[in-house]
């Protein structure tokens, strides 16, 4: 095959790969709302609770102070925690939808807190100018590297993004390991379940 025709190749390759992953991206009705056509299913089994062994890690918040992980979650608020990174490209993707949920369903009682991997003192200036670039509207804080390894379970890579909803008493309801491409209605659909419950 000649150089051209490779060229050709993977262009028309990548078109068709484009255009289907288009196709198959999450529908968005005006007003941000997620289509009406998904129903979310709570996974089967329930997710793992958090134990009390959460209540330890401090986490270091971006405008100052800290706060015990425990104390981000419950409180009678439906809690979305993401972990992410400045350098992750597959979290930028995920971030202006952050943005959303936090937007739309905060009045509903919904708190959305990203949790970024990097270090609070070598990187808290990045972190700063990059949440600012972006108008992230929700908390971020700096998670402890044992506390990331703790959410992370036994996959021992440490994959971002990851995404841990919880209910208003602070159990966890459903949870995200890596980028989804429907991540805004997956996440609607448990943020919604979270809060019928009572």
Known sequence: MSQRNYLLFVIISSLILLSLSCSNSSVVE???????SYVYKPPVPAPTPVNSSASKYSVPMLDG?????TDLIGNNKVVVVNFWATWCGPCSLEIPELIALQRDF??????VVGLT??????????????AQRLSINYKVGFSPD????????AD?????????????????????????????????????HALSQE
């Open 65 to 69: 102070g800290s706060a015990r992980f």
């Open 156 to 192: 021992s890579r440490g994959v971002i993004p990851q995404t841990f909803i919880f209910d208003r008493n602070g159990k966890l309801i459903d949870s995200a390991r890596g980028f989804r491409r429907n991540f805004r209605i997956w996440a609607e659909g448990a943020v919604n």
């Open 117 to 130: 991997v990097e270090d609070p003192v070598a990187d808290r200036q990045k972190v700063q100018d990059f």
């Open 146 to 153: 044992e506390m990331f390894y703790y959410f992370n379970g």
């Open 106 to 111: 905060k009045d509903k009682g919904l708190e």
């Open 30 to 36: 005006k007003g941000g709302s997620a289509a009406t």
